[in-house]
T-cell receptor, first 116, second 114 residues
């Protein structure tokens, strides 16, 4: 079965320090991977995606993610965290069994808390 | 360019009632998906509509039904509400056949069942 795992419920980091939010996936074949962010009482906002090509993907708000096929991981990173980055982050993979329809399978989410 | 819009933003129902949630997709998008996000969990796929037909369905009972209109907007209906149906319901739109897989989400409708 296809799935996404986010092993950390919460990540705490000091402002200005680098941050990493972890994600591992289980899917047959080449995955389409995504990161979304959710601020309190809001919908999900797209951050970045990996489809093919360069393993380091750059996205919105200075975030980037590294695709590692051998470790089946797609960790989200940022060189210098901001307090405004505090939010809920979701990793997702496209369901390859959905044919031409874009169905995403989400992880449980990781809460990022950036402290001043 | 308006993004995905959902209504209502909040609503409270009692057990056994029925609810209808509405969604207008992003301009230029033709496919609408609905997700349920329970408190502390990731979004779970309910179903997806394209060309006014349900194309895919997740593991949700028949109490959950939907509709897509010719203007691509969509409704989610839930009958015989249970306490466990309390959640944030998210609508997402996309373009059918797009290879990128990216979904654009609305702000959600928060349903509380008492």
């Amino acid at each position: 079965a296809q799935s996404v795992a986010q092993p950390e419920d919460q990540v705490n980091v000091a402002e200005g320090n680098p941050l990493t939010v972890k994600c591992t996936y289980s899917v047959s074949g080449n995955p389409y991977l995504f990161w979304y962010v959710q601020y309190p009482n809001r919908g999900l906002q797209f951050l970045l995606k990996y489809i093919t090509g360069d393993n380091l993907v750059k996205g919105s708000y200075g975030f980037e993610a590294e695709f590692n096929k051998s470790q089946t991981s797609f960790h989200l990173k940022k060189p210098s965290a901001l307090v405004s980055d505090s939010a809920l982050y979701f990793c997702a993979v496209r369901d390859r069994l959905s044919g031409g329809y874009n169905k995403l399978i989400f992880g449980a989410g990781t809460r990022l808390a950036v402290h001043p | 360019d308006a993004g995905v819009t959902q209504s209502p933003t909040h609503l409270i129902k009692t057990r056994g009632q029925q609810v209808t949630l509405r969604c207008s997709p992003k301009s230029g998008h033709d496919t609408v998906s609905w997700y349920q996000q329970a408190l502390g969990q990731g979004p779970q796929f309910i179903f997806q509509y394209y060309e006014e037909e349900e194309r895919q369905r997740g593991n949700f009972p028949d109490r959950f039904s939907g509709h897509q209109f010719p203007n691509y907007s969509s409704e989610l209906n839930v009958n015989a509400l249970l306490l466990g149906d309390s959640a944030l319901y998210l609508c997402a739109s996309s373009v059918q056949g797009s290879n990128t897989g990216e979904l654009f989400f609305g702000e959600g409708s928060r349903l509380t069942v008492l």
